[in-house]
């Protein structure tokens, strides 16, 4: 439940020794490298002068295309060798020493890339050539009946012409016309689809315009087969010949790329040293350099300091200081946290990392986020659908850390959903547990539920008040616990006896003691809270007005109570629906197979969307109640996240 101690590391070397160094850290992977600013710091700043700018822009372009081609490459070979690899496909470990071998396989490797990429790029003309051919046959099938050359124009007296009619067009009338107003012309249908009519037509060279001022009535197109001889049928033959003397060739290739199959994981190795490698130069521009030596600042987990110089002063001749960060000074911000609160850190990175400074609240979170989760979606049958989907899924796939934390979350919730369903009795709206909670039945006792919500939400948000102290605490601020937390509980706890009356299916036979000890607990509290709520302001009349202003926080300690009401509503809605769901499913009785199975389908069907909907919900208004009445009583947030220069691998796990 902290976040980690961070140090500065400053770190000097020679040049010569600056690749393996670098090497080194990423193999490490512990020490996030910052960028410098010459005038932050004054030693530095006054020799400037020697500093040189190292432009390392070409090389990462350049590995940035390698990494490009190897990752095409490897895409053009995920049909061999099992196919494609599973969702949840485990990582390949690796040691280092095999890792740093791929430079010397660097060129070999390079030129299968190289050569598959080629081989595809021939495949893609083969593809070409061969599309080309198979629209030149589709577009001469309709001629094939036809037994006179393409190119064949006509005789010295004659011209013909190959063309197209709608299909709409009566070709009778076009040969009747024909024959009534160019006697010395014929036409006949070649073939004809649903889309045209294909017409040869033959006529004397000189009743050229007679010929057009009838077909203009008929939208005939003609069609041109410019640079093609013989017939159509012997360029139909010539083509499908050239289709399959273009299969062969494809074939020939695709086997020549499937020869490659053996060295695809090597080449996802080599995937992730090129990564590796285009980081390594990335970091090289951030560092400064003059002619003989490099300078790396950074940060590297506090406890790992000591371990961290003695290897590097082991190996290189080099300065390393650590030093540990000023009190104003932000650090990166890494987490570390037990099993429950780390199953929620991705929940509270979407609302934003923790400020360096301050307590992490994951551990104290997730028990109020599973829980409310828990509470509002109630039905303790697909709590144990959860569960068992989590465990599966934990024992089946290798997942990385983050899809490990998310998979032990859906396993906490999915337990806290199975101790509500047990204190509800609600396990798939099944009216008979129903009938016998362990506590209560929500539907039934409603007031009840409501005024045990709001009493967790009075909770949530008196813990959250209290991380705000431990936040005064750490940072050295003892007497503002006392103004800041303890003087709102007196007023919050006040209100709270004041309005006890009201609160529903309260069983108190007399409030008035409790009424009255609010009253004097919310005048107390009132008062330091005018007089010290303003303390940061400057003068009298300012800080009693920023004072009298915080009292407004009262109304939305009331808003924020009673938006926990939605623990009752979304729990009622799951438990409602589920009911239904039964009802529907077996209103037309189960005295029969075929009905049985009817209301099986219905049940499954009705119970999974009742189930996805209102899980969704749970989500949503858990993660809502945890960002906007739990974190706005103490949360700073605005953390920027610890990037340690690493190797970050797709296809392998690095061992050291």
């Known amino acids: 439940m902290a976040v980690v ?10 040049n010569a020794d600056k690749n393996q160094i670098l090497s080194e850290l990423m193999t490490l992977g512990v020490v996030e490298i910052t960028s410098h600013d010459l005038t932050s710091s004054e030693w530095i700043s006054q020799w400037s002068h020697l500093v040189t700018e190292e432009d390392r822009s070409d090389a990462i372009e350049a590995l940035n295309g390698q990494i490009e081609q190897t990752a095409a490459a490897l895409g053009r070979l995920a049909r061999y060798n099992g196919g494609k690899k599973p969702l949840f496909a485990a990582k390949r470990s690796v040691s280092v020493s095999e890792f740093a071998a791929v430079e010397t396989e660097h060129a070999r490797l390079q030129e299968i890339v190289t050569d598959i990429l080629r081989l595809g790029r021939e495949q893609q003309e083969l593809q070409n050539q061969r599309n080309k051919a198979e629209n030149l046959i ?10 006179i050359p393409l190119n064949f124009k006509g005789t010295e007296y004659t011209k013909v012409v190959l063309g197209v009619l709608p299909p709409s067009v009566d070709a009778e009338k076009v040969k009747s016309e024909l024959t009534s107003e160019v006697p010395a012309s014929y036409l006949e249908v070649v073939t004809h689809d649903k889309f045209q009519q294909y017409v040869f037509l033959i006529y004397h060279h000189q009743l050229q315009s007679a010929v057009d001022n009838v077909l203009k009535n ?52 080599y995937y992730d040293y090129l990564t590796g490698q285009r980081d390594k ?39 390393v200081e650590i030093s540990e960060p000023a009190e104003d000074e932000e650090f990166p911000v890494l987490l570390e946290n037990s099993s429950l609160g780390a199953s929620v850190e991705g929940i509270t990175a979407m609302y934003g990392l923790p400020n360096c400074r301050e307590l992490d609240p994951n551990t104290i979170m997730a028990p109020f986020f599973i829980g409310f989760f828990g ?55 099944i009216e008979y547990f129903g009938e016998r909670p362990l506590w209560l039945n929500p539907t039934k006792e409603p007031e009840e539920m409501l005024k045990w919500s709001l009493l967790f939400g009075v909770l949530h948000i008196y813990v959250g008040i209290a991380v705000r102290g431990v936040n005064h605490i750490r940072n050295g601020k003892y007497i503002d616990v006392l103004w800041d937390v303890v003087a709102w509980y007196v007023l919050f706890t006040g209100f709270v006896f004041v309005v006890l009356p009201f609160v529903p299916a309260m069983t108190l036979e007399d409030t008035t003691f409790w009424v009255d000890l609010g009253k004097k607990m919310m005048a107390v509290g009132a008062v330091v809270l005018i007089l010290t709520q303003g303390r940061e302001n400057k003068g009298i009349i300012s800080k009693l007005v920023s004072g009298v202003g915080s009292l407004y926080d009262l109304v939305s300690f009331l808003s924020d109570v009673l938006s926990y009401s939605r623990l009752l509503a979304l729990g009622l809605a799951t438990s409602i629906i589920g009911t239904i769901v039964n009802q529907i499913a077996t209103m037309a009785g189960l005295n029969n197979i075929f009905k049985i199975l009817v209301a099986a389908v219905i049940a499954i069907i009705g119970h999974s969307l009742n189930f996805a909907i209102n899980a969704l919900g749970a989500y949503v208004h858990s993660s809502r109640l945890q960002y906007i009445e739990f974190f ?25």
């Open 632 to 656: 706005g009583k103490f949360y700073q947030s605005g953390g920027k996240p610890f990037k340690p220069l690493k190797y970050k691998t797709k296809y392998v796990n690095l061992k050291n």
């Open 281 to 319: 130069e990335t970091a090289l521009e951030t560092l400064t350099n003059t002619e003989s030596v490099f300078l790396i600042e950074g940060w590297l987990p506090a406890e790992l300091s000591d371990e961290i110089k003695r290897r590097l002063n082991e190996q290189w001749t080099c300065v």
């Open 218 to 269: 008929f939208d005939f197109v003609p069609v041109s087969f410019s640079g093609m001889t013989g017939t159509a049928a012997e360029r139909i033959r010539e083509a499908e010949q050239e289709v399959k003397a273009l299969d062969r060739a494809y074939q020939e290739k695709e086997a020549a790329i499937a020869a490659y199959a053996v060295e695809k994981f090597n080449l996802e190795l």
């Open 138 to 147: 589709a577009s001469l099938q309709p001629w094939q009946p036809l037994d």
């Open 375 to 429: 509470l509002m979606l109630g039905d303790g049958g697909y709590g144990v659908v959860m569960t068992l989907a989590a465990l599966f899924a934990l024992w089946k796939f290798d997942f990385d850390a983050n899809m490990k934390k998310y998979a032990k979350l859906v396993l906490y919730c999915g337990i806290a959903t199975m101790f509500w369903g047990l204190m509800f009795g609600s396990w798939f709206g």
């Open 5 to 14: 101690s961070m140090n500065k590391l400053m770190l000097v070397g020679l």
